[in-house]
């Protein structure tokens, strides 16, 4: 009887220590899943700083473009106008040129 007393006694520590156990490791398991949710939501924060930093960087290279498309294609047509203006410059001169020759021709025939 001392024995069969002995070891249901010690079947119930033993069945403590394995309810200890179980509760300890759930109890793990738990903090465990949690420090996972906030490793989660902290890379989802990162994630989100990192996409708002991108589209900042987006719309400003976007408009640093847009500026300088802006900047240039005004800078080209002022050039094409300063050609213009020099094709007439040269038109003109060819007049001049060719009014002057054909007083020349006509002084030098009378």
Not at 50 to 55: C, L, Q
Request: hydrophobic share 25%.
């Amino acid at each position: 009887n001392f024995e069969k007393s002995r070891l249901e006694q010690d079947i119930c520590d033993s069945n403590s220590k394995y309810q200890e156990n179980i509760k300890e490791l759930k109890d793990k398991i738990r903090e465990l899943e949690i420090k996972n949710e906030e490793i989660f939501k902290s890379r989802e924060s990162d994630k989100l700083e990192f996409d708002a930093i991108k589209h900042s960087i987006e719309n400003k290279y976007d408009s640093d473009i847009s500026k300088l498309r802006e900047t240039k294609d005004f800078e080209l047509n002022k050039l094409r106008q300063n050609i213009n203006d020099l094709h007439l410059e040269i038109n003109e001169l060819k007049t001049s040129n060719n009014n002057l020759r054909s007083e020349v021709l006509e002084n030098e025939i009378v």
